[in-house]
Nanobody, 127 residues
Framework: QVQLVESGGGLVQAGGSLRLSCAASGRTFSNRAMGWFRQAPGKEREFVAATSWSGGSMFYADSVKGRFTISRDNAKNTLSLQMNNLQPEATAVYYC????????????????????WGQGTQVTVSS
C-alpha cells in the first residue's frame, strides 16, 4: 500500500512559479515510476510529467516542456514538480500517481497504468 500526499498548490499570477511536492509512504517508492497529472473543471485528467523509478528518465506533455521539471528524491520518498511561467490554462487540480511496483517500460503517460493516486492539490493561475 502506498499513500501519496500532495502539497504546494495555490494561487499565482500568470508568469509566476509554483513547486508541488508529493510525499509517499511505504517502502516501494524507489521501485516505482511516478507521474503528475492534472484535471481542469469539466475536462478529463491529463498527463503532465513522469519520471522513471531511478529518476534517470523524465517525460513531459508537450504543453509543459521547457517550463515544468519533474524530480524525485528516493531517499526521502518525495516527488516534486517545479512549474515556471505558469499560464491560466494550467489551472487545475494536480495529482501525483505511483506506477505498479517493479513495473518497467511502457508509456508513462497512460493514466490507467498507475496504481495509487494522491488526493490532489489545487493550482490556480490568474491572468
Amino acid at each position: 500500500q502506498v499513500q501519496l500526499v500532495e502539497s504546494g498548490g495555490g494561487l499565482v499570477q500568470a508568469g509566476g512559479s509554483l513547486r508541488l511536492s508529493c510525499a509517499a509512504s511505504g517502502r516501494t517508492f524507489s521501485n516505482r515510476a511516478m507521474g503528475w497529472f492534472r484535471q481542469a473543471p469539466g475536462k478529463e485528467r491529463e498527463f503532465v510529467a513522469a519520471t522513471s523509478w531511478s529518476g534517470g528518465s523524465m517525460f513531459y506533455a508537450d504543453s509543459v516542456k521547457g517550463r515544468f521539471t519533474i524530480s524525485r528524491d528516493n531517499a526521502k520518498n518525495t516527488l516534486s514538480l517545479q512549474m515556471n511561467n505558469l499560464q491560466p490554462e494550467a489551472t487545475a487540480v494536480y495529482y501525483c500517481a505511483a506506477d505498479r511496483n517493479g513495473f518497467r517500460g511502457g508509456d508513462l503517460a497512460q493514466r490507467s497504468r498507475y496504481e495509487y493516486w494522491g488526493q490532489g492539490t489545487q493550482v490556480t493561475v490568474s491572468s
